[in-house]
């Protein structure tokens, strides 16, 4: 069956340092990879998707993401965190065969301190 | 363009009674989901509809859950009778097509059962 697993629960940085937030999916084939966010209050924002070619995807608000087929893995990244960006992150795949059924992970908190 | 549009944004009902929520995807949006989102976890997909058929709702609780979409626009999910896991955010989505298609959320129902 499918998973995706996010190892942190709870992460907290630094206004300005950098950010990685971890995802892992188990699934037999390569499958679309996505990154979504939720603010306090509101609906899930798409952040940025994978489907094939390059494995480093950009994304918007400065984020980007990097599939790494041999460990399973499609990580987060951004250089320089604001204080914008706390807030609730989630990966989810769907499976390659078109049907875009989302499974999600069980989501990061990002804390941002001054 | 106008998002999907979700109502009402909050609910609190008494265990056994029912509730139904709204939906209206993005105009032209022909797939339309319903995630359940438990405090602490990621969304879970209840149900998908292609147009007004349904594609998939193997993880619709049909003895309680119901939903449709009357002419392939807006839809309606129902809850009756409410039990206390019940309570969770309940997310609309909707996406163009199928396959490699984004899922644009809306901001969700969170919804009380005491």
């Known amino acids: 069956a499918q998973s995706v697993t996010q190892p942190d629960i709870h992460i907290t940085v630094s206004e300005g340092a950098s950010l990685e937030l971890r995802c892992n999916y188990s699934?037999?084939?390569?499958?679309?990879l996505f990154w979504y966010v939720q603010s306090p209050g509101q609906g899930l924002q798409l952040l940025l998707k994978?489907?094939?070619?390059?494995?480093l995807v950009q994304g918007i608000k400065g984020f980007e993401a990097e599939f790494k087929r041999s460990q399973s893995s499609f990580n987060l990244r951004k250089p320089s965190v604001h204080w914008s960006d706390a807030a609730e992150y989630f990966c989810?795949?769907?499976?390659?065969?078109?049907?875009?059924?989302?499974?999600f992970g069980t989501g990061t908190r990002l804390t941002v301190i001054p | 363009e106008a998002g999907v549009a979700q109502s009402p944004r909050y609910k609190i009902i008494e265990k056994r009674q029912s509730v139904a929520f709204w939906c209206n995807p993005i105009?032209?949006?022909?797939?339309l989901y319903w995630y359940q989102q438990i405090l602490g976890q990621g969304p879970k997909l209840l149900i998908q509809?292609?147009?007004?058929?349904?594609?998939?709702d193997s993880q619709l609780p049909k003895d309680r859950f119901s939903a449709e979409r009357l002419k392939g626009v807006d839809s309606t999910l129902k809850i009756q009778p409410a039990k206390l896991e019940d309570s969770a955010v309940y997310l609309c989505?909707?996406?163009?097509?199928?396959?490699?298609?984004?899922?644009?959320f809306g901001p969700g129902t969170r919804l009380l059962v005491l």
């Open positions: 989505a909707s996406s163009f097509r199928t396959s490699e298609e984004t899922q644009y």
């Open positions: 699934y037999g084939a390569t499958p679309y």
């Open positions: 994978y489907f094939s070619g390059d494995t």
């Open positions: 989810a795949v769907a499976p390659w065969t078109g049907a875009n059924n989302l499974f």
């Open positions: 105009s032209g949006h022909a797939t």
């Open positions: 509809f292609q147009n007004n058929g349904v594609v998939d």
